[in-house]
């Protein structure tokens, strides 16, 4: 008993640091893929080889403000004020779903992040331990900055569209530093759906979805906000 006790020990141990490793090397090198991009690819490697995956990231200094600003808006507005989780959003969720047929969730961007680079898509309960653990240590060890930095990169947002670098590319033909108010806000609007939503033919949802989240984004402070907080 004694001897596995010490096992689980060195391999928690071993895992931590492996894990923690690896969000040092994050931090400042951009990951070649995710395991969202990987588990959301129909042919999985096949696909990445055949370039069918348009996933280049980029540094945040090269998007135009509006962009992290509409996520943010969109996504999680007390990104710069909560460690990981919007409990306050959360306890509201709950409450929501009791009345509700669509669940609605309370991910924060961090979260998101977490899920993204290292998790599985699934609803059981070890895989949200496994985000929250994610969670918590993204918080510790990565800057706000480079939190967003690294949704804005990896996010979905399109059919095997991934960043905002191709999002940019493929929906208006330039790069994402000249993105507008009105287009980056409809980026966001496909958030957290982007299969079923296009930004060039949208829908009266997501036209009315674009309006709510540009609102948004002038009473959180504008562009003067995000560029005061990054």
Same mark, same amino acid.
């Given at each position: ?23 040092? #090397? #994050? ?19 096949? !696909? ?9 990231? &980029? ?64 609803? &059981? #309960? ?24 690294v949704y804005l990169n990896s996010a979905e947002m399109?059919?095997? &569209?991934y960043g905002i670098y191709e999002a940019s590319k ?6 994402? &530093?000249?993105? !507008? ?50």
């Open positions: 008993m004694v001897k596995i006790f010490k096992v689980l020990f060195r391999t928690f141990i071993v895992f931590n640091l492996w894990v923690i490793f690896l969000l040092l #090397f #994050f931090r400042v090198v951009n990951p070649a893929s995710t395991a969202f991009i990987y588990t959301n690819t129909t042919d999985n490697f096949k !696909s990445l080889i055949d370039n069918d995956v348009k996933y280049k990231p &980029i540094s945040i200094n090269k998007v135009s403000l509006y962009v992290p600003l509409a996520v943010i808006a969109s996504e999680d507005q007390r990104f710069f004020e909560h460690f990981g989780f919007d409990f306050e959003q959360i306890e509201k969720a709950i409450k929501e779903n009791e009345h509700r047929k669509r669940i609605r969730g309370a991910s924060t961007i961090t979260m998101q992040v977490a899920k993204n680079l290292f998790l599985f898509p699934s609803k &059981i #309960f070890f895989r949200k331990a496994l985000e929250a653990y994610y969670t918590v240590l993204i918080e510790c060890l990565w800057s706000k900055k480079r939190i967003i930095e399109g059919k095997n &569209i493929i929906y208006y033909k330039k790069a994402p &530093i000249k993105l !507008s108010k009105l287009e980056s806000a409809t980026i966001a609007a496909v958030l957290p759906n982007p299969k079923k939503r296009n930004p060039l033919k949208p829908s009266s949802y997501l036209l009315h979805r674009r309006i709510k989240i540009m609102e948004q984004m002038d009473l959180i402070g504008g562009r003067l906000y995000i560029k005061k907080m990054l």
